[in-house]
C-alpha cells in the first residue's frame, strides 16, 4: 500500500511465467526457441543461439507472431519489447501447428505480414497521387483564369485611356 501512495510508482505489468515452444526468425534462418514469461509489452526467451541487443526478431507460435526487438540479453536468455501490444492469451491458447506456416519468403506464397496488404496500400497511394494531381490542375487553371481577367482588365483600362483621348481631341475641334 506505501508503493502505491509514492509519487511516480507504476504498477508493473502482469507477467505470465510460461513454457512455450516457438519459432525465431533472425537474419535468413529460423531457429527454435521457449517463451518463458510473457506480458502484453514483451517477453522473455531462451535459445541456444541468443541474438545480440538491438536485433528485431519475428517468434512465431502457431499462427501468432510477436516481432520485437531484443533489449537485453543474457547467456542463453533474452527479453524482448514488443513493437505493439500482444495478446498474451491468444499467444498462450495457441495450439502448436504441424509443420510451419508460409512466409513470404516461401515460393508461389501470397502470405503477408502487414495488417495492410500490399495491394490495398498502393491503390490508396495511387488514388491520393490522382487526387493530388486533380486539384493541381484545378489549381493551376484557376490561376491562369484570375491571371487572364487581370491582364484583360489593364487591356482594357488602357484600351479606353487611348481611345477616349483622341475622341475628346476630336470632339475639342468640333
Given at each position: ?55 528485431y526478431v519475428e517468434i512465431r507460435r502457431g499462427r501468432q507472431t ?53 495491394m490495398d496500400a498502393d491503390a490508396r497511394i495511387a488514388r491520393q ?46
Amino acid at each position: 500500500m506505501l508503493k502505491a501512495l509514492q509519487i511516480g510508482y507504476k504498477p508493473r505489468e502482469a507477467r505470465h511465467p510460461v513454457l512455450i515452444p516457438a519459432r525465431m526468425h533472425i537474419g535468413a534462418s529460423w531457429i527454435e526457441v521457449v517463451i518463458h514469461n510473457l506480458s502484453s509489452g514483451g517477453a522473455l526467451v531462451a535459445s541456444d543461439e541468443a541474438p545480440d541487443r538491438g536485433t528485431y526478431v519475428e517468434i512465431r507460435r502457431g499462427r501468432q507472431t510477436i516481432i520485437g526487438r531484443v533489449v537485453w540479453r543474457k547467456d542463453r536468455f533474452f527479453g524482448i519489447q514488443a513493437q505493439g501490444r500482444l495478446d498474451v492469451a491468444a499467444i498462450i491458447d495457441e495450439p502448436r501447428l504441424a509443420s510451419r506456416p508460409r512466409s513470404a519468403n516461401d515460393p508461389g506464397s501470397t502470405f503477408e505480414r502487414r495488417a495492410q496488404p500490399r495491394m490495398d496500400a498502393d491503390a490508396r497511394i495511387a488514388r491520393q497521387l490522382e487526387n493530388s494531381r486533380r486539384w493541381s490542375a484545378v489549381f493551376q487553371f484557376g490561376v491562369f483564369i484570375v491571371l487572364a481577367l487581370i491582364a484583360a482588365g489593364f487591356a482594357a483600362s488602357q484600351i479606353y485611356d487611348v481611345l477616349s483621348r483622341s475622341f475628346s481631341e476630336i470632339e475639342s475641334h468640333l
